[in-house]
């Protein structure tokens, strides 16, 4: 089970860092370009920047589907997590709580929403997830684990609180 998750681990990361240096590759002629462009291009550059890190953000999180949830989890450890422990490891830059994590960032309306977003839950907040376009959220809660939830239905719908961008 260890050698499994292990596996998983340095699957993840090996994804990650694959898939960071192909945005980058793909990033920077768009970069080079915007220089010598209008601010039409430079703005279409810093959008294509952020998408990059959403999807590289994304991609890492999915990597821990399944991957037992438990209150108060350990900070940077992989065999379980809780909402935040969830979403402070993928990031790398966040607060512990989520709580905190609610004050990270800049406000963004719920019709706003983008890939990358943290979305909150809760009166007061004490859940978090990250959109991933679609209505969808990934985050990690009770039996499911790490999951993929439709938050436009439910309970997810019902208990949302606000979100956050924190992808620059």
């Known amino acids: ?8 681990s340095l699957l993840g990361i090996t994804l990650s860092v694959s898939l960071f ?6 990033i920077a002629p768009q970069s080079a370009q915007a220089a010598s462009s209008d601010s039409t291009t430079a703005a279409t550059t810093a959008t294509a920047s952020k998408s990059g890190k ?13 991957v037992q949830y438990q209150y108060g989890a350990q900070k940077g450890r992989t065999m379980t997590f809780d909402c935040s422990s969830f979403t402070q490891f993928v990031y790398g830059n966040l607060p512990r709580l989520s709580k ?30 990250i959109y991933i376009g679609n209505g969808q959220i ?31």
């Open 21 to 26: 240096a192909s945005a980058n590759l793909m």
């Open 54 to 66: 959403a999807n590289l953000i994304i991609s890492a999180g999915k990597q821990y589907l399944g």
């Open 100 to 129: 905190e994590q609610s004050k990270v960032g800049t406000y963004v309306p719920r019709n706003q929403l983008q890939p990358g977003d943290l979305v909150f839950f809760y009166s007061p907040i004490h859940h978090v997830g």
């Open 1 to 8: 089970m260890k050698k499994n998750r292990l596996t998983k």
């Open 138 to 168: 990934l985050h990690t809660y009770g039996s499911p684990g790490v999951t993929i939830s439709d938050m436009n239905s439910g309970w997810w719908k019902d208990n949302y609180k606000t979100a956050r961008r924190v992808i620059n």
